[in-house]
């Protein structure tokens, strides 16, 4: 019995709350404009910041003691963005750009002063110093109902030992350990007990504020060698300011595109879908305010993988519903049993997804924490309105009078191919690909390149301030752009310093004569005095330990992913093929990547990662059609067929999330500006893969794996 007025209510219920989370998205609440989509903190790409340059006090620090010192500076400028950027700039500078920032002065007292430290006791003598200080945190503990604020300090193991002996000798009489900083005293706490554990805490401090204080400034004086600020600037975004209006746009066609596709392939559950995307969509638009998050183009990335996994949860669940109707159930009947069908596939690929986010977050650094930020937002948003909200808007439409199945259409008869029988096919044109790329790699080597072309973010280059004649402009830095480009064949990384009408030109490394050539072009082309450009070599942002944080935590990821999925599907053999799957789909972008000579810069690792999430949710739904359709005793033939059909009942749902995902990036790459363009390409060429491999590759794998290693029946 329809119940009209209940439909009503319900849809003026989501209409309110959509309404009311887009003005917040838009508009935000209170003074603050707590909220607001304008108040997301934007990353060095889209946004620009603050550019600290630090020189060493010691004249010629070693190369080991450079790399130490940045990136132990990388794991602290994080606490302040995550986003942050740390490379060497000369032989004896170090120079920190800050994401969202447009006070140098504040950025500089919250790091604090990059001096010394030392611990000494009573007698003048050092007990230990900043190497040997493993983290300070400032910390509010309650103490006999009275709210003490103090720095815990935890030492290594070397320093535990030091620590140790002094703290033994000076613990009777109570005497005291000064903490000396760039030759002055800033505390002296007494030491009331021998501490042989590296971890100890400094009390007396009046304020959370003062405890902060003082363990930034054990921390910042922790650097294997002193520090020296000796300029400051505020920098415009790297990808220039078209780079964040331009990827808008893209957003809203592709997302247009998204809502009118899934509207007149599934009709009213599409429509229903279209409704819970644009909640989806409200809302993390103002978690990501809420949450401080800083948005970069590797986010970016994060975000459209989520809206992607957003509508396969949709797409997933009307399938189901279709193949119910198909059967002969009615409409109300079909809605409650796609769902509970829909459920084991969606949690299973989006927790595995979750996972792989969670690691990344907590082991990687610097780019690949923002990825893994805005991927754990879009998956747990994409449950929730998938599950939820459109589960709740069809019952709405029901209860409108949507109750004939012509409003949701039914499932054809899958017809059935043999994909096991076209395995080799199959990975043939796959070795292919592979091969393809390794041999391409080989080509740019064996003619004195780098296999890849790596960017400024992995080899590092130079760094120029140009001080301009005329008043910078959007339009001037156009032509600097292109006039670059002429001589160095692809467009450098350009940054306004804000206040001097002056720029911060990147390129990697260039020959003399080419140095020479874009000097000229300045003088002749923009009347820029030769003599007050200044030029610096800079290392790479993605520093050694960064990649190695990354590989790690790619590591360490896909062995949680195997694990989980032995664990759901009870059959080891489906974690082995999806890891095979998913080394296949990163291997091919990688071809994409040597082929084409796409720079690989900080994007290059969001794209990866991408690709990783997007091959192993694309899996899961394969494996769970598998599970569902699998009988205790299995033959041969027996085992090919329900692979065969599995993929055949899935093939429609693994099409048409490709697609919609494609269309997302594909106006991302129209519209974008080059920069963007280097990023879509690969993820297009991902996406493809990804579709081709969920269908062709995984289920044959698991097949293989299972009629070699497996238990089958004879007959």
């Given amino acids: 019995m329809k119940n009209t007025k209940k439909g009503i209510l319900q849809l003026l219920f989501i209409v309110v709350v959509i309404g009311a989370l887009s003005t917040v998205a838009l508009v935000g609440v209170g003074k603050n404009k707590i909220g607001s989509a304008k108040k997301i903190k934007l990353g060095l790409d889209l946004a620009g910041g603050v550019s600290i340059t630090y020189q060493t006090q010691k004249s010629n620090p070693t190369d080991t003691e450079m790399k ?4 132990k500076m990388q794991k602290r400028v994080e606490n302040y963005s995550t986003e942050s950027e740390v490379y060497q700039e000369g032989s004896d500078r170090i120079n920190i750009d800050i994401p969202g920032e447009d006070d140098a002065d504040a950025v500089l007292t919250a790091l604090g002063k990059a001096g010394s430290i030392s611990f000494v006791d009573p007698d003048g003598k050092e007990v230990i110093n900043g190497k040997h200080v493993k ?13 003490q604020y103090i720095v815990s300090l935890t030492l290594n193991s070397k320093g535990a030992k030091l620590f140790g002996e002094a703290t033994t000798r000076l613990a009777p009489n109570r005497e005291s350990i000064s903490i000396v900083y760039d030759g002055k005293t800033i505390s002296s706490p007494a030491v009331q007990t021998a501490i042989l554990d590296g971890k100890c805490q400094i009390d007396g ?17 922790a650097l294997p060698i002193e520090l020296k600020e000796i300029r400051s600037n505020v920098v415009g975004a790297k990808l220039g300011s078209e780079a964040m209006s331009k990827s808008l746009l893209a957003g809203a066609i592709g997302f247009v595109l998204v809502l009118i596709f899934m509207v007149t392939v599934y009709r009213i559950p599409g429509l229903a879908a279209s409704i819970a995307l644009c909640l989806y969509i409200a809302l993390e638009l103002v978690l990501l305010q809420l949450l401080e998050v800083t948005l970069t183009l590797p986010g970016v ?3 459209i993988l989520g809206i992607g996994m957003a509508v396969d949860a949709n797409v997933i669940i009307f399938t189901r519903i279709k193949e119910e109707l198909a059967k002969g159930k009615t409409v109300k009947s079909a809605i409650k049993v796609g769902f509970n069908k829909a459920l084991s596939a969606i949690v299973d690929g989006n927790v595995t997804t979750l996972i792989a986010a969670g690691v990344l977050y907590f082991k990687g650094s610097g780019t690949v924490k923002g990825f893994a930020t805005t991927l754990a937002i879009g998956i747990l948003l994409s449950m929730f309105t998938a599950l939820t909200i459109t589960k709740y808007v069809l019952k709405a439409f029901y209860a409108l009078g949507a109750d004939d199945v012509k409003y949701f259409g039914t499932a054809r008869e899958s017809k059935v191919i043999n994909y096991t029988g076209n395995m080799k096919k199959y990975l043939a044109i796959s070795g292919c690909l592979i091969l393809l790329g390794f041999a391409a790699m080989g080509y740019n080597g064996a003619k004195g390149n780098e296999i890849l072309n790596y960017g400024l973010d992995f080899k590092g280059g130079t760094s120029s301030q140009v001080p301009m004649k005329d008043k910078i402009t959007s339009d001037v830095k156009k032509d600097v752009e292109k006039a670059y480009a002429k001589i160095i064949g692809y467009t450098p990384s350009i940054s306004e310093v804000r206040g001097q009408n002056a720029f911060i030109i990147k390129t990697q490394t260039l020959k003399k004569d080419k140095r020479e050539e874009v000097q000229q072009m300045l003088v002749k082309d923009f009347g820029v005095d030769k003599s007050k450009i200044t030029t610096e070599s800079i290392s790479g942002s993605v520093s050694d330990e960064m990649k190695q944080d990354a590989v790690i935590a790619v590591v360490i990821s896909t062995i949680c992913m195997l694990l989980y999925i032995w664990i759901r599907f009870k059959d080891i053999n489906f974690g082995a093929s999806a890891v095979l799957a998913l080394l296949h789909d990163v291997l091919v972008v990688l071809m994409v990547y040597a082929v084409a000579r ?4 900080s994007t ?23 599970r569902e359709n ?14 065969n059909r599995s993929i055949s009942q899935t093939f429609s749902r693994s099409i048409n999330t490709s697609l919609t995902t494609f269309i997302m990036v594909f106006v991302l790459y129209i519209f974008g500006v080059d920069s963007l363009k280097d990023f879509a390409l690969p993820l297009m060429a991902g996406i493809i893969c990804g579709g081709y491999s969920s269908i062709c590759i995984t289920g044959t794998l698991w097949y293989t794996f299972k009629r070699k290693f497996g238990k089958l029946a004879t007959k």
């Fill in 68 to 71: 130490d010192t940045i990136y």
């Fill in 135 to 147: 983290t300070a945190t400032a910390q509010t503990i309650n103490e006999n109902g009275m709210k």
């Fill in 205 to 221: 401090q009046k304020s959370f504020e003062e405890a902060d204080e003082l363990a930034s400034t054990i921390r910042i004086g």
């Fill in 301 to 303: 990335a994060g975000i």
């Fill in 598 to 601: 796409i720079s690989v810069d």
């Fill in 604 to 626: 290059f690792i969001a794209c990866m990662l991408t690709i990783v999430g997007y091959s192993i949710n694309a899996t899961i739904v394969i494996f769970d059609r598998i």
């Fill in 630 to 643: 699998i009988s205790e005793r299995m033959t041969e033939e027996r085992l090919a067929e329900v692979v």
